[in-house]
């Protein structure tokens, strides 16, 4: 916990709080990127029957 306080006396409020949202936003489009991707197999599957 210090450890983030420091970080956030050096670089400054925002920029900690855009660092956070980025990496939550990094976590949802790696599922968007793989529900993407398996898409067209779903489609596929859908067609055979």
Not at 16 to 43: A, M, T
Request: aromatic fraction near 8%; proline fraction near 4%.
């Amino acid at each position: 916990m210090e450890t983030l306080i420091t970080f956030v006396s050096e670089v400054g409020f925002p920029i900690v709080v855009s660092l956070y949202l980025l990496y939550r936003v990094e976590s949802k489009l790696d599922i968007l990127i793989q529900s993407i991707q398996n898409l067209p197999l779903l489609l596929k599957d859908k067609q055979l029957h």
